[in-house]
């Protein structure tokens, strides 16, 4: 009984938080730098942010839906799509907080952070910023920065 009632929805739940990470990373390089580059450019442009809200975010607002659809879909019996849906929706909204608002600072909160996998994460995701043609980026993940750029990206003690 508890297998049924927490450790598969937990299972479901993180599955889905975790694996929206390589979901992210495979957009990411092959539809936004790739045909739906029209969407993503205005992420890349250089200089102030002109508005608020940008092309790109239309991929939060498809990503949304889908979890949104899940979630209605489990949500009368608490079905595994129920618990997926929230696990998608979890990790949007760590992407919103980590990459809008801490990252691209698209909001006065998370100015700074003493965390060094946190400053890794904006040094990484710059890095990534310093191409701003769809073309020649690298590091299309947010959350997972392969070890090899640790060492790189690691913030230096002072």
Do not use: C, Q
């Not at 994460?121 to 701003?132: D, G, I, N, S």
């Amino acid at each position: 009984m508890w297998i049924e009632t927490y450790l598969l929805p937990a299972l479901y739940f993180f599955g889905a938080f975790f694996f929206m990470e390589a979901v992210a990373w495979f957009t990411h390089k092959y539809v936004m730098h790739g045909f739906l580059w029209v969407w993503h450019r205005d992420h890349h442009e250089k200089g102030p942010r002109r508005r608020f809200f940008e092309k790109n975010d239309l991929f939060g607002v498809f990503f949304a839906s889908i979890s949104m659809a899940l979630i209605v879909h489990g949500a009368s019996s608490f079905k595994p799509t129920f618990y997926l849906g929230l696990g998608v929706a979890a990790y949007g909204l760590a992407y919103v907080l980590f990459h809008d608002i801490f990252v691209h600072r698209r909001a006065p909160i998370l100015k700074n952070s003493k965390w060094s996998y946190l400053n890794m994460l904006r040094r990484a995701h710059h890095a990534h910023h310093v191409v701003t043609t769809k073309e020649g980026a690298r590091l299309f993940g947010f959350f997972f920065i392969a070890p090899r750029y640790w060492k790189k990206f690691w913030p230096k003690p002072n």
